[in-house]
């Protein structure tokens, strides 16, 4: 067996339980929300891990992918494929319009500025009435072409399964390009990128765009999926739970957003099984939350920093290398 | 090739360059020499583009070079060493040196999401010149090991290797020998002989002296902003200006 071969073997193992999970579970929108927020957290990885910048705003990004897909459906009869498609164009467009003048600012100005846009979106999806204005917007129609309509949750798992692959292909291929390296650089070294050729505003508008269209995507699938748009469904909080699945995963790698985005939605299924027990005031599920997502970042930023990925990954290589060495010298041992 | 007319730049009031005039002829080897703080980086960072003139113009190939940003005089064929390391963390050697081939390539992010043929082609082109200009400063053997691992002086050719890739046709280099060991600044100034033999333009900043003056056709001397010499290295070694501001105890030294 080829080395390509061998290294593509965890990945279809991984795939397989993927397709199969959803196949003995009963409810599946857990599963469908944990997928696709892996999708957002991949795209943000790609900004905050290899573009070296920050996103507190990612929700922002969801929220107009489903109100994309809400008001072209609801008010303006668009036919939902279309609405869909529409979804992450609307969002990577908003986010390169914003991009313009939020990206000339650097660390935390920029944290500032894409939380700005989170807030905004935020009221006017609460306030305006065409965007649901409080109330939501409800009466989406399924998914489908023409009288083809497909429903259920299946469907919906296998399609975010589905456009997760497809994300982290085409990253995969971004990063390693000659795209990919401008981007690495200018998280490395602006000037030095810039007098390499890297049109560093450019290239940061155009990964900042990408993370947007995931993000977009993601809100319109989820529109479909629930199906209803209201400020309360797509709530502020979500981009704190991006970056903390980023972080905790492992920033600047592809499969610790996958992880990141896994271990944080079983942690707060946990803590949601503990918050429902009879008797608990219905505050104290959200007051957990927030609670475990300052213990664990606190802890992940003191004892790795690099997120669970890439630490955990070096020690099975190191593993590995050290296995490798006592076998070699084993056999010169033997042959001396 | 490159000529500079009056330029100026200010920090806080205090002139980093105050006026100055320099004419870089094709294939020209130009060393510029002068005390610590005397403005030759910043005179560096105006012909790339770090930062702007207050006054005056640079032409490079006929075109007026203030206006266009960064990346695209890169695009024009200058390249820089800067005279810190900057490296482009978490990337390998051979990763930061295929960054230097960015000048001269063109595929964007699309193309290489769906892997397109001329992509490919282009990514095998990269990684050849890449590969040609670490082995052209000796580091072959580095090239899969993350850059910022290395010690200072091969820190230093990989910026080297980086600038080389993009086949500058202007190459700027920032004290290039600096922190380097002896047998180090042997290798480096070969390279610097070689590539001017080839053809390539080169201004190079060097507070080794001696080393300029083997290398270079045409010396500028820069003091407090200002040129105060610029001539062939015998003129500037005689100009007594030089010797009282600069060179003094440095060419007594060289020529002891
Ligand atoms: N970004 C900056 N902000 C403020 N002052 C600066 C800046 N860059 C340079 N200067 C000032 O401009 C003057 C020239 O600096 P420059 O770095 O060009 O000198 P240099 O000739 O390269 O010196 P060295 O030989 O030490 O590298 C110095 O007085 C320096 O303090
Ligand atoms: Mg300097």
Known sequence: ?336 | MLSITALSRSYGGVFAVRDVSLVVGQGELRGIIGPNGAGKSTLMNLISGQTQPLRGSIHFDGARLERIPTHRRARLGIAIVFQGARLFRGMTVLENVMVGATSITQSGAFAAALRLPAQRREEHHIRERAVAALARVGLSDWADRPADSLPLGQQRRVQVARALAGAPKLLLLDEPASGLRAAERRDLSDLIAQLHGEGMTIVLIEHDVAMVMKLATRIAVLDLGQVIADGTPEEVRSNQRVIDAYLGTEVSRAHS
């Open chain 1, 1 to 336: 067996m080829n080395p390509s071969m061998k290294r593509a073997i965890p990945t279809a193992v991984v795939a397989l339980i993927a397709i199969l999970i959803p196949l003995f579970l009963n409810d599946k929108t857990v599963y469908v929300q944990t997928v696709l927020s892996a999708v957002v957290v991949v795209g943000l990885s790609l900004f905050m891990g290899y573009a070296g910048q920050a996103s507190l705003g990612q929700g922002a990004f969801v929220a107009v992918g489903a109100l994309t897909v809400a008001v072209s459906t609801v008010s303006f009869n668009v036919p939902p494929l279309i609405a869909l498609i529409a979804a992450p164009v609307t969002s990577a467009g908003l986010a390169y319009v914003l991009g313009l003048p939020l990206l000339r600012l650097r660390g935390h100005y920029l944290a500032f500025g894409t939380l700005a846009v989170l807030l905004l979106v935020g009221a006017l999806m609460g306030g305006v009435p065409i965007l649901g204005g409080g109330a939501g917007i409800v009466g989406i129609p399924s998914l489908g072409i023409g009288s083809l309509v497909v429903t259920g949750q299946l469907f919906f798992a296998y399609l975010a399964l589905a456009v997760l692959a497809v994300t982290m292909v085409v990253s995969r291929n971004v990063i390693s390009s000659r795209f990919g390296r401008g981007v690495r650089a200018v998280a490395g070294s602006e000037s030095a990128a810039a007098s390499s050729g890297v049109p560093v505003l450019r290239t940061k508008l155009a990964v900042f765009a990408l993370a947007g269209g995931c993000a977009g995507l993601v809100g319109g699938i989820t529109a479909f999926f629930i199906p209803y748009v209201s400020a309360e469904s797509f709530p502020p909080s979500m981009s704190f739970t991006y970056v903390i699945m980023a972080v905790i995963g492992g920033l600047g790698t592809l499969w610790g957003g996958v992880v990141g985005a896994v271990v944080v939605s079983v942690l707060v299924q946990a803590l949601n099984t503990i918050s429902n027990i009879p008797g608990t005031p219905p505050i104290v599920g959200l007051i957990l939350q927030y609670a475990a997502y300052a213990i664990i970042l606190i802890l992940f930023l003191l004892y790795m920093p690099r997120g669970l990925w890439p630490t955990v990954g070096d020690a099975v290589k190191r593993r590995l290398a050290k296995r490798v060495k006592r076998s070699q010298t084993d056999y010169s041992d033997q042959h001396a």
